[in-house]
Each structure stands twice: as structure tokens, then as C-alpha cells.
């Protein structure tokens, strides 16, 4: 083995297994201790289905772990067992709408980022949703990278707050 210098470091594990190739030093001990940095969770509240499944699909390709809730309520009750790194809220869903949502996590002793998106944009929509201090305020449908720009600054966020 060598060190961190940019060579490579050929480690056969067992002796008549192939040689492995790691660039790094820290390659080869995240291999042989299995160290792994935990995931940022999200969570998606939104109570349309066909929403709550893209929104996986583009956050787990972007190696995040997920889970999905229809409704605000669902969500409040999780939280108390898995609080998520962030949360991609809708505004408009029935039973507690998501200014219901946001003002409960705003309340909360450990306060968790959020990024708002509703298809149904309107002035006193934008400004009620503002008034909660939400990271970012999306129109759907929602740009991919856009939303994934706004869930990284979200976690940037809670990581110096």
C-alpha cells in the first residue's frame, strides 16, 4: 500500500483472490471497513400519486433516500419517529394543506428546511408561502435540476443551522 499521493493501491484481500485497484487510501479503508457516509433523507408530501413517483425516481437517481407521504397529517405523525433532512412540500392538498405543514415544522424545536411546489401559483399563494421562510418556492411542473438545486442548498442550510 501507498500512500494518499495519487497512486494506486493494490490490495489483494485474500491471497488467491485478483489484485484490486484503489486510487486512494481512503478507498481502501471505506472498502474494508465498509464506511459509508449516510444518505440526506427527503420528504415528499404531495397528494398526487403520479407527483410522489417522479419525485422519487429524480431523488433517488440523485442518491437520496426518500419517503413519500399524501398527505400533511401522514407526514406530521412521521416525524416524531424519522425526521428528514429536508421536505418537498405541496401546498394544496386536502385535509392540511401545506401551510398547515409548514407552519407545524416552523413551530418544531428542531426547525427542518422546505421547498415549496404548487401547480396552483398565485400572488397571495407566493406571499403566504414566503411568509413561512420556506428555502426555495417552485412553480409545477418542476424543472429537475432546479428542484435538485433547491434540495441541495435546503441540506447546505440545515447543516449550518
Known amino acids: 500500500m501507498t500512500t494518499d499521493h495519487g497512486l494506486l493501491i493494490t490490495v489483494s484481500p485474500i491471497p488467491y483472490w485478483p489484485k484490486v485497484q484503489y486510487p486512494t487510501a481512503a478507498h481502501f479503508w471505506q472498502y474494508c471497513f465498509c464506511v459509508t457516509k449516510p444518505r440526506s433523507l427527503i420528504a415528499v408530501v404531495d397528494d398526487e400519486e403520479s407527483?410522489?413517483?417522479?419525485?422519487?425516481?429524480?431523488?433517488?437517481?440523485?442518491?437520496?433516500?426518500?419517503?413519500?407521504?399524501?398527505?400533511?397529517?401522514?407526514?406530521?405523525?412521521?416525524?416524531?419517529?424519522?425526521?428528514?433532512?429536508?421536505?418537498?412540500?405541496?401546498?394544496?392538498?386536502?385535509?392540511?394543506?401545506?401551510?398547515?405543514?409548514?407552519?407545524?415544522?416552523?413551530?418544531?424545536?428542531?426547525?427542518?428546511?422546505?421547498?415549496?411546489?404548487?401547480?396552483?401559483?398565485?400572488?397571495?399563494?407566493?406571499?403566504?408561502?414566503?411568509?413561512?421562510?420556506?428555502?426555495?418556492?417552485?412553480?409545477?411542473?418542476?424543472?429537475d435540476q432546479t428542484l435538485l438545486d433547491a434540495i441541495k442548498l435546503a441540506l447546505a442550510h440545515k447543516r449550518t443551522s
Open 51 to 143: 407527483i410522489r413517483k417522479a419525485l422519487t425516481r429524480l431523488l433517488q437517481s440523485a442518491g437520496l433516500d426518500v419517503e413519500t407521504f399524501a398527505s400533511g397529517a401522514r407526514f406530521l405523525e412521521s416525524i416524531l419517529t424519522r425526521r428528514p433532512d429536508c421536505v418537498v412540500l405541496d401546498l394544496h392538498m386536502p385535509v392540511m394543506n401545506g401551510f398547515e405543514v409548514q407552519a407545524r415544522l416552523a413551530e418544531s424545536v428542531t426547525p427542518v428546511p422546505v421547498v415549496i411546489i404548487t401547480g396552483h401559483d398565485s400572488a397571495e399563494t407566493h406571499d403566504r408561502a414566503l411568509a413561512g421562510r420556506p428555502i426555495a418556492y417552485l412553480r409545477k411542473p418542476v424543472d
